[in-house]
């Protein structure tokens, strides 16, 4: 919840039928009490003599020009100027950021600037303190994530301008991305193989949580500053954190620090109530990894193939989830009702995961919930084009199947790709595919955003259907990689140009007796031999 609506994204109950991303009017030169819903007769009358209609067939009046008339003369004059002043309509959001710096008409694209600027620190984020992680560790990286997010999204409240609102959104972004990346891996790290699933998947409905309490902020307060200490306020209780967490021990063994390790172990081992030996770990016991470069990738034209169609994966189920997310304001019907099942829809995505991911197959489940939510989001264009305000949750309906779809894609994607790529680059491989997933987060408010610039019903369409078009392309193309389910998994690069051949397509044979075990490990953080289920957003 660290980030909030930039932009009012609801009309009035009488204009219900016309969601936009914000509305607003013209103000009328010299009257100083202006508002936007109509005050009397006499202000209706000034507003029908001064302010054009709009050419949008969703609106009444135009949002950016005046009549170049007088307020009480005979002139009508049909020449028109921009305005210097607005009024907004007050109904969902009281203010926002972008009302209460007009940032509208020719200003209007700046509100998918500063998305994508937080996008940006995402991205920045996940390198940056991704890699710190590996050289401080991962619960000091993880502080540091804290103490940025609470200073950052608290500093954002009082942002006097838009420069200092992006460059906070950035850092927020970044701190976002530490926090959330970090704590994934540790939790990852902190269990054996056979539990990583739930570790993985669990996780996401807490994400869903955010967004779904996230709302309820936004209809209790309806005012920016309000929504964004409101939302910054938990990141204090993070800080109390440091007590509670352990360090990783993978990283301190990485690190050569054994003992600290064993000491994590034996705490866990006691709280679960099973016994292991003493110095379960030495020096000795630890083999050094063989490890690989990303170029490795490209070497070959069966690999390049799986990396690019893995890529394109990432970079389009993030664009369509978080785009789908910044598109619920155009829709239609009740903002609040909207943003709530946008959020609530995840958890069934997620819950389809866990009970079909070991089922049915990795590729299966991802392909059919992307090409499925794909063709959801794509039929909506009917209904906006040709329906009545009464079809008008038809509409919803279809872009939150396109969510459902896509959060469950987000799920099976991260465990998928973690799999297909070969051990020696399997953390280069992860690393450049969720920066492809940034990309795709930086493009999504433009997509969003497509109908400040295509007036109309078509306007508001055309987001959702190239969010379904790429969604379908993405599945479709998913088909071409291998099945992991069961499979044993690439080590080498050889292996990884033979996986999914039959001589490969051998079922994986557990090591370890989990009928009769004592300790559970595995020899690398995301080497998921029996099956690793992942889903972050960051």
């Given at each position: 919840?660290?980030?909030?609506?930039?932009?009012?994204?609801?009309?009035?109950?009488?204009?219900?039928?016309?969601?936009?991303i914000l509305l607003l009017l013209c103000a009328i030169p010299g009257y100083p009490n202006d508002t936007f819903a109509v005050q009397s007769p006499s202000h209706e009358a000034l507003i029908n003599r001064l302010i054009p209609p709009s050419t949008d067939e969703t609106l009444d009046y135009a949002k950016c020009e005046l009549y170049d008339r007088t307020l009480?003369?005979?002139?009508?004059?049909?020449?028109?100027?921009?305005?210097?002043?607005?009024?907004?309509?007050?109904?969902?959001?009281?203010?926002?950021?972008?009302?209460?710096?007009?940032?509208?008409?020719?200003?209007?694209?700046?509100?998918?600037?500063?998305?994508?600027?937080?996008?940006?620190?995402?991205?920045?984020?996940?390198?940056?303190?991704?890699?710190?992680?590996?050289?401080?560790?991962?619960?000091?990286?993880?502080?540091?994530?804290?103490?940025?997010?609470?200073?950052?999204?608290?500093?954002?409240?009082?942002?006097?301008?838009?420069?200092?609102?992006?460059?906070?959104?950035?850092?927020?972004?970044?701190?976002?991305?530490?926090?959330?990346?970090?704590?994934?891996?540790?939790?990852?790290?902190?269990?054996?193989?056979?539990?990583?699933?739930?570790?993985?998947?669990?996780?996401?409905?807490?994400?869903?949580?955010?967004?779904?309490?996230?709302?309820?902020?936004?209809?209790?307060?309806?005012?920016?500053?309000?929504?964004?200490?409101a939302c910054a306020a938990p990141s204090a209780f993070f800080l109390l954190y440091w007590w509670f967490i352990p360090e990783s021990p993978r990283w301190l063994i990485s690190q050569g620090r054994v003992d600290e390790a064993n000491n994590i172990i034996q705490k866990a081992a006691k709280v679960n109530k099973v016994t292991i030996p003493e110095k379960i770990?030495?020096?000795?016991?630890?083999?050094?990894?063989?490890?690989?470069?990303?170029?490795?990738?490209?070497?070959?034209?069966?690999?390049?193939?799986?990396?690019?169609?893995?890529?394109?994966?990432?970079?389009?189920?993030?664009?369509?989830?978080?785009?789908?997310?910044?598109?619920?304001?155009?829709?239609?019907?009740?903002?609040?009702?909207?943003?709530?099942?946008?959020?609530?829809?995840?958890?069934?995505?997620?819950?389809?995961?866990?009970?079909?991911?070991?089922?049915?197959?990795?590729?299966?489940?991802?392909?059919?919930?992307?090409?499925?939510?794909?063709?959801?989001?794509?039929?909506?264009?009917?209904?906006?084009?040709?329906?009545?305000?009464?079809?008008?949750?038809?509409?919803?309906?279809?872009?939150?199947?396109?969510?459902?779809?896509?959060?469950?894609?987000?799920?099976?994607?991260?465990?998928?790709?973690?799999?297909?790529?070969?051990?020696?680059?399997?953390?280069?491989?992860?690393?450049?595919?969720?920066?492809?997933?940034?990309?795709?987060?930086?493009?999504?408010?433009?997509i969003a955003d497509l109908s400040k610039v295509i007036e109309g019903n078509f306007g508001r369409a055309v987001p959702l259907v190239v969010f379904g078009g790429a969604s379908v392309v993405a599945g479709i193309l998913s088909l071409w990689l291998p099945e992991t389910n069961n499979r044993e998994l690439p080590e080498s690069l050889e292996d990884g140009r033979?996986?999914?051949?039959?001589?490969?397509?051998?079922?994986?044979?557990?090591?370890?007796?989990?009928?009769?075990?004592?300790?559970?490990?595995?020899?690398?953080?995301?080497?998921?031999?029996?099956?690793?289920?992942?889903?972050?957003?960051?």
């Amino acid at each position: 919840m660290a980030y909030i609506v930039l932009t009012d994204q609801q009309t009035p109950e009488s204009l219900s039928r016309r969601p936009h991303i914000l509305l607003l009017l013209c103000a009328i030169p010299g009257y100083p009490n202006d508002t936007f819903a109509v005050q009397s007769p006499s202000h209706e009358a000034l507003i029908n003599r001064l302010i054009p209609p709009s050419t949008d067939e969703t609106l009444d009046y135009a949002k950016c020009e005046l009549y170049d008339r007088t307020l009480d003369g005979d002139d009508n004059s049909t020449d028109l100027k921009e305005c210097s002043d607005w009024v907004y309509d007050k109904t969902v959001f009281i203010n926002t950021f972008t009302s209460e710096h007009d940032i509208v008409c020719g200003d209007k694209m700046k509100t998918s600037h500063a998305q994508m600027i937080f996008f940006g620190g995402v991205l920045i984020g996940a390198i940056g303190l991704g890699s710190l992680s590996d050289i401080i560790g991962r619960k000091k990286t993880l502080y540091i994530s804290f103490v940025m997010l609470l200073g950052t999204t608290l500093g954002l409240a009082w942002a006097p301008d838009f420069l200092t609102f992006c460059i906070l959104r950035f850092l927020i972004g970044a701190s976002c991305a530490g926090m959330f990346m970090t704590a994934f891996v540790i939790g990852m790290e902190l269990v054996g193989p056979s539990k990583r699933m739930w570790a993985g998947i669990v996780i996401e409905y807490f994400f869903a949580l955010g967004m779904v309490i996230l709302g309820g902020v936004g209809y209790a307060f309806k005012e920016w500053k309000s929504i964004q200490i409101a939302c910054a306020a938990p990141s204090a209780f993070f800080l109390l954190y440091w007590w509670f967490i352990p360090e990783s021990p993978r990283w301190l063994i990485s690190q050569g620090r054994v003992d600290e390790a064993n000491n994590i172990i034996q705490k866990a081992a006691k709280v679960n109530k099973v016994t292991i030996p003493e110095k379960i770990l030495t020096t000795d016991s630890i083999e050094e990894p063989e490890s690989g470069r990303l170029w490795h990738l490209f070497t070959s034209r069966v690999l390049l193939i799986r990396t690019l169609i893995i890529f394109f994966n990432w970079c389009v189920v993030s664009m369509v989830y978080y785009g789908l997310s910044l598109n619920t304001g155009n829709l239609g019907g009740d903002f609040y009702i909207n943003f709530l099942i946008s959020g609530l829809v995840e958890f069934p995505a997620y819950t389809l995961c866990l009970l079909l991911l070991d089922r049915i197959g990795r590729r299966l489940l991802h392909s059919s919930c992307m090409i499925i939510g794909g063709i959801a989001c794509i039929v909506t264009l009917f209904p906006m084009l040709y329906a009545d305000e009464s079809l008008q949750p038809i509409t919803v309906a279809l872009a939150m199947l396109g969510k459902v779809g896509v959060a469950a894609a987000f799920a099976v994607i991260y465990v998928w790709s973690a799999e297909l790529y070969p051990t020696v680059v399997r953390n280069a491989g992860m690393g450049a595919s969720s920066s492809c997933a940034r990309v795709g987060g930086m493009v999504a408010p433009y997509i969003a955003d497509l109908s400040k610039v295509i007036e109309g019903n078509f306007g508001r369409a055309v987001p959702l259907v190239v969010f379904g078009g790429a969604s379908v392309v993405a599945g479709i193309l998913s088909l071409w990689l291998p099945e992991t389910n069961n499979r044993e998994l690439p080590e080498s690069l050889e292996d990884g140009r033979r996986f999914g051949r039959k001589e490969f397509a051998e079922k994986y044979k557990p090591r370890i007796d989990y009928d009769n075990k004592a300790f559970e490990s595995d020899s690398g953080a995301v080497n998921n031999e029996n099956g690793v289920s992942t889903g972050t957003k960051l």
